[in-house]
């Protein structure tokens, strides 16, 4: 079955940087989206950003454009996000997620079919 393992989160002081991979396996597909989306205490789930494998094309939300990077790894099925400039909004539990119809042309949660078990990202001074 489809498994998604996530990691590199943490704690880290407003400005800083951290940078969270995936490795996904379980499957054989040419063409399909991995990304992340992020669930605080309380609301709901936001699509953070989303690769299309089988393109390369890129899908940022709009709160992290320019700050947040998503990348394929060197390995087949990973998949890395470079979060720069962080701030105390961007905490929350991130999961890596995985569509197998593409990213729908935008960085909405509603394209992934799994996700990974979540690791905690905690901006705070």
């Known amino acids: 079955q489809v498994q998604l393992v996530e990691s590199g989160g943490g704690l880290v002081q407003p400005g800083g940087s951290l940078r969270l991979s995936c490795a996904a396996s379980?499957?054989?597909?040419?063409?399909?989206?991995l990304g992340w989306f992020r669930q605080a205490p309380g609301k709901g789930r936001e699509g953070v950003s989303c690769i299309s494998v089988g393109d390369g094309s890129t899908y940022y939300a709009d709160s992290v454009k320019g700050r947040f990077t998503i990348s394929r790894g060197n390995a087949k099925n990973t998949v890395r996000l470079q979060m720069n400039s962080l701030k105390p909004e961007d905490t929350a539990v991130y999961y890596c997620a995985m569509g197998r119809y593409g990213c729908f042309d935008s960085a909405s949660p509603d394209a992934y079919d799994y996700r990974g078990q979540g690791t905690q990202v905690t901006v705070s001074s």
């Open positions: 379980g499957f054989n597909l040419d063409d399909y989206a």
